[in-house]
């Protein structure tokens, strides 16, 4: 297998090939995840379900469980990684992935695809553990660094998905795309044996003995300034931002009477919002330096909403193409100004559990995102866009209320 890793790979210090089988295996299981789920209103239908609030609800349904699920089982695999090491947990991911999107590209109805996202999040749950992945094994003074690198590729993958998976959807169908996503799962695998190892620079992957002491050592965390804010911030942005993945194909099936068509200006639409949010979660990372988190994040939040409220006068593909766009690089970065505030309070010998918290969050955003969404859009699409404007005030009354004068996230210290 190692003539699938460049031989200058096996030659980096350790941490740095960790780093690289981490952000990588992100960066593939975020694309792979975007081949096919933004098309998921349209496999369902070809599953057998006719009636389009139903399609609304069981895609919502299924995009949502498995994070949900995840959400709650996370702190569980996180404390194994502790006792038995981080690389084997991302061994088992990656294989736990490959196995179900394989079977999910054979399920004959929508309850085995739901029963194999329940089963994903049981066993799967990538997402809780590549921040602690980098994190955990970067020195010091890289360790910000290395976040910034993960969240810049994965974003960036995520962007690449849908349009990939839009094509693919027309030439292979969408069925076919799932196995698509699991070959790359199995890579991910491959990049885990050969390149990822535990603690390269630490003397011990122990984490203090408060934090082996569940759950007194995740509640100890809270005491972390502003890390209860940061939490619930990074759980409604995710909120919003997955919502619209189930939202955007069925706005554009409702307008678009050719399937084939739809799934390909649906793939349009998310892979160039995705771009959007990676250059500005590159752009807003780089300008916090420069600028108070309170005022950049107000600005994020109160553009967010001004362009949802946009939305619910958008009457076409292009409209929405536009203001979705728009919407992505203006209002974008959020997650990545929490990550980063986060990474600056939390103590170096904490970060695996501190991140693995803050990614429980982010988790049961991805979950309740589509799931509130499935929900709003079978009534009207529309009324998603409503709502995650009215998150977006109540997050900006948060941030005003909560963040300001506080100095550790107004200057990142």
Not at 121 to 129: K, L, T
Not at 243 to 254: K, R
Request: net charge positive; hydrophobic share 55%; charged share 15%.
């Amino acid at each position: 297998m190692t003539r699938f890793i460049p031989l200058q790979w096996l030659l980096l210090e350790q941490w740095r090939r960790n780093h690289l089988a981490a952000t990588f295996s992100a960066a593939l299981i975020g694309a792979g995840f975007m081949l096919v789920m933004p098309f998921l209103p349209i496999y369902v239908a070809q599953l057998g379900v006719e009636s389009k609030a139903e399609v609304a609800i069981w895609s919502g349904l299924i995009l949502g469980i498995s994070p949900l699920i995840t959400s709650f089982v996370g702190p569980l695999w996180g404390k194994l990684a502790d006792r038995y090491g981080l690389r084997i947990m991302a061994i088992r991911v990656s294989l736990v992935l490959f196995v179900i999107w394989f079977l999910m590209g054979l399920a004959r109805n929508v309850q085995e695809l739901l029963f194999l996202r329940i089963l994903s999040g049981f066993f799967g749950g990538f997402g809780s553990v590549s921040v602690a992945l980098v994190a955990h094994s970067a020195p010091k003074d890289r360790i910000t660094r290395a976040i910034g690198g993960l969240q810049a590729t994965q974003t960036f993958s995520m962007a690449l998905g849908p349009f990939l998976g839009g094509l693919l959807a027309a030439w292979i169908g969408i069925r076919n795309t799932f196995f698509v996503t699991a070959a790359m799962c199995f890579l991910t695998l491959v990049l885990f044996l050969l390149l990822y190892r535990d603690n390269p620079n630490r003397d011990s992957s122990r984490a203090a003995p408060e934090d082996e002491t569940a759950p007194g050592g995740l509640f100890s965390l809270w005491r972390l300034p502003n890390l209860k804010v940061l939490a619930f911030l990074l759980l409604v942005a995710t909120v919003i931002e997955r919502s619209f993945a189930p939202a955007i194909p069925l706005f554009v099936t409702s307008v678009t009477a050719n399937q084939v068509r739809a799934a390909s200006l649906s793939g349009l639409i998310l892979s160039l919002s995705a771009f959007g949010e990676s250059l500005a979660a590159w752009y807003f990372g780089r300008k916090m330096a420069r600028s108070p988190a309170r005022r950049l994040l107000l600005q994020r939040l109160g553009l967010g909403l001004a362009f949802c409220l946009a939305l619910t006068l958008a009457t076409s593909a292009t409209h929405l193409l536009v203001l979705r766009v728009s919407q992505a690089f203006l209002a974008g970065g959020i997650v990545t100004i929490a990550y980063s505030l986060a990474s600056r309070v939390i103590p170096n010998e904490r970060r695996a559990s501190g991140f693995g918290l803050l990614s429980s969050f982010t988790m049961m955003g991805n979950a309740f995102g589509p799931i509130l969404s499935g929900l709003l859009a079978s009534i009207s699409v529309y009324w998603v866009f409503w709502g995650d404007g009215i998150l977006y005030g109540l997050l900006a009354l948060m941030v005003y209320r909560r963040v300001g004068g506080r100095k550790a996230v107004e200057s990142g210290e």
